[in-house]
């Protein structure tokens, strides 16, 4: 655990007067604050610890204690003797309990040291507070977005099962209601913001609702044309290549391409572009043939 | 069944300590829809978390209507350029 200096979150000398502090608050409080700053897990963390200084800083007794112990925190004496007249008076009381190395910030938007120092119970007031929202990302391979699948993953210990519309885009944001953190003194919970990321392992490679793929044909069937077969997410397709066909053409195959997220039955595009494959290690033969072609 | 879909502007005042008045300035600005039914004051449900949103803006860092709707404003902004980001990042990834 680490000593934090509310005084240095807030920007203030140590001898700052009680206005001082509460328009340095603001200042900050309006440069961080959660619905300025959405999805930006720095400035929320940085608008706990402002909060966090703000109510040390501001209430005299508070600041006393924190004054007294708070930068002699890492001494053992100074702590010794603050446990035990915690012990005894129980101001904040927490149960006089565990107390937490990782100064890190917990739930309830209080750091280790805050709740070592003046008791996991002290809380702002006992006003319901709505729990933070929380950001999460969740891997959906492509080939499982073709289809309206179910997906569970587990988020603060608990598992979530939502069921993923086909079509879902990558980086799509879907809100779960109640997913969040929990609330504060029977608050509500905040929200799960869960964005999707998309793994595509397959050859095709997508465009909103269109999928293109390269597909190989040798140089026989590009210059006579012919009949090809490929696999597409909607099983195989039959495909007629047109005699002299280029290098680089592109086909449109229309609607077998991705679903149209949340629109059953629609699908975009499938486009396929011919490579076509020169043939190597040529026999005698082939080579005689070509040249004989070369002087037509 | 409609009822059940709205809040009161009143209750929704007193719950976030707040004049009546603040509710009417946001609608004034075309942030939030308000209905009358029998000369009570209504927010739609669907407003409610612009309403909330406002209102801690207002409770927590004395933003007033003014600053709210930049805020808004801004903040819609920002949603929409973080689309784009989205948008060519997709395209970028198409063309590696």
Excluded at chain 2, 73 to 89: P, T
Aim: charged letters at 25%.
């Amino acid at each position: 655990m680490e000593f934090i200096d509310y005084y240095k979150v807030l920007g203030v000398d140590k001898s700052a007067d009680a206005d001082t502090i509460k328009k340095a608050y603001r200042k900050l409080a309006r440069k961080y604050h959660p619905d300025v700053n959405p999805n930006d897990k720095d400035a929320h963390k940085k608008f706990q610890q402002i909060n966090e200084a703000n109510e040390v800083l501001s209430d005299a007794e508070k600041r006393k204690k924190y004054d007294l112990y708070g930068k002699d925190w890492e001494h053992g004496e100074a702590r010794q003797q603050y446990y035990n007249a915690q012990r005894q008076s129980q101001p904040f009381g927490n149960g006089g309990g565990q107390f937490s190395y990782s100064g890190d910030f917990d739930d309830s938007g209080f750091s280790d040291f805050f709740s070592s120092l003046f008791g996991g119970g002290a809380k702002r007031s006992q006003a319901k507070f709505r729990g933070q929202d929380v950001n999460a990302t969740l891997e959906v391979q492509l080939s499982n977005a073709f289809h309206t699948h179910q997906q569970t993953f587990s988020i603060n210990g608990k598992n979530i099962r939502i069921t993923i519309p086909a079509g879902i885009e990558n980086g799509q944001v879907i809100k779960l209601k109640g997913h969040g953190n929990p609330g504060q003194n029977g608050g509500p919970n905040g929200d799960l913001y869960l964005t999707f990321q998309l793994i595509n392992n397959t050859p095709f490679k997508r465009m909103n609702n269109d999928l293109y793929l390269s597909q190989e044909i040798d140089l026989y069937t590009a210059v006579l044309g012919g009949d090809l077969t490929i696999d597409t997410p909607h099983g195989k397709i039959k495909l007629k290549v047109k005699p002299e066909t280029q290098n680089n053409t592109r086909i449109r195959v229309k609607g077998k391409g991705f679903p149209v997220y949340k629109s059953e039955g629609n699908f975009g595009d499938l486009y396929v572009t011919y490579t076509v494959k020169i043939p190597q290690n040529l026999t005698e033969k082939q080579r005689q043939l070509f040249t004989e072609l070369s002087k037509l | 069944m409609a009822a059940k879909r709205m809040i009161a502007v009143k209750e929704f005042c007193t719950h976030h300590n707040l004049e009546t008045d603040f509710i009417k300035q946001l609608q004034h600005h075309d942030l939030i829809e308000m209905v009358m039914v029998k000369r009570t004051g209504y927010i739609v449900e669907k407003n409610l978390p612009i309403a909330e949103k406002a209102a801690r803006l207002h409770n927590e860092l004395n933003v007033n209507i003014e600053g709210i709707h930049a805020i808004f404003q801004l903040l819609s902004l920002v949603e929409k350029k973080e689309q784009e980001i989205i948008q060519l990042r997709r395209e970028l990834e198409f063309y590696k």
